[in-house]
């Protein structure tokens, strides 16, 4: 029993401690001890122990000059450890799954690549009949959910050459393209709804929505996509799948280390 007691303790004194972490994580810059104390809500003298201890294992610094304390050398090397970690594809593998079983429609992971949006994995519905989209299917940037997150949170010159090259094969292939004025307010839904959604589009008996799942730095890492028969996908019904996708892409996002996910932790 008292064994059981100590380790309570010490996890607790560890989840203390990271109440002073998370403050010098979302300061614009070194702390002075009081505002450490304030912003953690915690006495001053009780936080001045656990800097002392951080800063013994390198975790914060204290500047010699002002006597301000920041993260230090082995918070950095902790969070760059965690950066080579991640694996966004097997990160979302579960999203994936769980969003076929709750949706029954197919669900997509894409990733951005130098010809556009790739999928590199998929779980497929139960409600998808005989299309489905394969591994490796470029979609298309400017008519498809998941092509219109891409380009609405990539910048200029990451999208450029894909929408010159599209341009060059709907012009042989496609008379009816979206403009530049009927693309840049697609985009700026995206940005409004923090979601896309494409109607018969792929495939004119079938509805897409699509969010962007972000990383560690805020940048879009790769987008996940809901697929399902327009019909099926009615309006009451698509407000709940889109709960469920930026959920989901939320969740896997916090996983990825986006900043932000964890503020109000």
Known sequence: MADTEQSR???????????????????????????????????????????????RENMAYQDPQNGH???GSFAIQLGLAAVRQLDVVALAAEALTDLRDKTDCAVY???????????????????????????GYILPLTTSATGLVFLAHLPNYETDRALAALAAYEAERNPR??????????????????????????????????????????????????????????RTRQKEFVKLLLKAAHDVSERMGAFGSQDEA
């Open 9 to 55: 303790r010490r996890v607790q004194s560890i989840e203390v401690g990271f109440r002073v972490l998370r403050v010098l994580r979302m300061a614009e810059g070194p702390l002075p001890l009081r505002e450490i104390a304030a912003r953690a809500g915690m006495p001053p003298s009780k936080v001045h122990l656990y800097l002392v201890s951080f800063v």
């Open 69 to 71: 304390y920041g993260l």
């Open 109 to 135: 992971l894409s990733l951005w690549g130098d010809r556009g949006p790739c999928i590199v994995a998929k779980a497929d519905g139960t409600l998808q009949g005989a299309f489905s989209l394969r591994l």
């Open 177 to 234: 393209t979206p403009s530049d004025p009927e693309i840049a307010e697609s985009v700026e839904k995206v940005h409004k709804l923090g979601y896309a959604s494409t109607v018969g589009n792929l495939n004119r008996n079938f509805a897409g929505l699509a969010a962007p799942i972000f990383d560690y730095s805020n940048q879009i890492a790769a987008t996940l996509t809901i697929l399902g028969p327009s019909e099926y996908m009615s």
